[in-house]
C-alpha cells in the first residue's frame, strides 16, 4: 500500500514536471494584443493620443520580456502572462476609442475655427465699408482686400484637406488663418474708431 502511494506521488509528480516544464508560449494571447496595438495605431493613436500609446506599448514590451525571461527555465507558468496580454488587448481598444474621440474633438475645432474665420471674414468687409478712403488709405484698403481674399483662399484649401492630413495640422493651419483675420478685424477697427473720433472733436 506504501509502495503504491509511493508510486501514485512519484507519478503525480513527474505529470507536474512535464506540464510545468513543457508549458506553450501563450501566442494566440500574444496575437491578439499585437492585434489590438496595430488597430490602436492604425487609428492614429501614435499621432492623436501618444501618451497612451507608449503606455500601450510599454505594457507589451515588459510582459514579453518577461515571457522571453521564461523561456529557458524548467519550470515555467505563463498565467501571469496570459492575464496581463489579456489587459493588453482590453487597453488596446480603449486607446483606439480614445484616439477616435480625440479625432472628433480635433474635427470639430476644425469646423468651429473655420465658421470664425467665415464671420470674420464678413465683418472685415462691412468694415472695409465704413474704413476712411484718402490716397494713402485706398492703398491700404486695397492691400487688406488682397489678404482677405487670400485668406478666403485659405479656408476653401483647409476644408479640402481636412482627413487627408493629420487633423492637428489642419487645425494649426485654421488656428493661423484665423489669426490673421483677427489681425485685420482689429486694424480695420482702430482705424475707423481714430477717424470717428476725429470727426467728433
Known amino acids: 500500500m506504501k509502495n503504491k502511494l509511493l508510486l501514485s506521488l512519484s507519478a ?5 514536471f512535464v506540464l510545468s516544464g513543457c508549458a506553450k508560449v501563450p501566442q ?16 492614429g ?8 500609446f507608449a503606455a500601450l506599448n510599454d505594457s507589451m514590451n515588459a510582459t514579453t520580456a518577461s515571457i522571453e525571461a521564461k523561456k529557458s527555465k524548467l519550470f515555467k507558468s505563463y498565467k501571469k502572462e496570459k ?34 474665420v467665415t464671420n470674420l471674414i464678413a465683418q472685415n468687409k462691412e468694415l472695409i465699408a465704413q474704413a476712411p478712403r ?18 478666403e483662399t485659405s479656408v476653401g484649401e483647409i476644408q479640402a484637406a481636412v482627413g487627408t492630413e493629420s487633423f492637428i495640422a489642419t487645425l494649426d493651419k485654421a ?13 480695420l477697427t482702430t482705424v475707423i474708431e481714430k477717424y470717428k473720433s476725429r470727426g467728433r472733436k
Open 12 to 16: 503525480f509528480a513527474i505529470a507536474m
Open 28 to 43: 494566440v494571447e500574444i496575437d491578439n494584443a499585437n492585434a489590438a496595438i496595430q488597430a490602436a495605431q492604425a487609428a
Open 45 to 52: 493613436a501614435d499621432i492623436y493620443v501618444p501618451e497612451a
Open 83 to 116: 492575464a496581463q496580454l489579456v489587459s493588453i488587448v482590453a487597453l488596446g481598444n480603449d486607446v483606439k476609442l480614445k484616439t477616435e474621440a480625440r479625432i472628433q474633438e480635433l474635427k470639430t475645432e476644425i469646423q468651429n475655427t473655420l465658421t470664425e
Open 134 to 151: 484718402g490716397k494713402e488709405g485706398t492703398t491700404a484698403l486695397m492691400a487688406i482686400k488682397a489678404d482677405i481674399a487670400t485668406i
Open 175 to 187: 488656428k493661423a488663418v484665423k489669426e490673421q483675420a483677427t489681425s485685420i478685424n482689429t486694424e
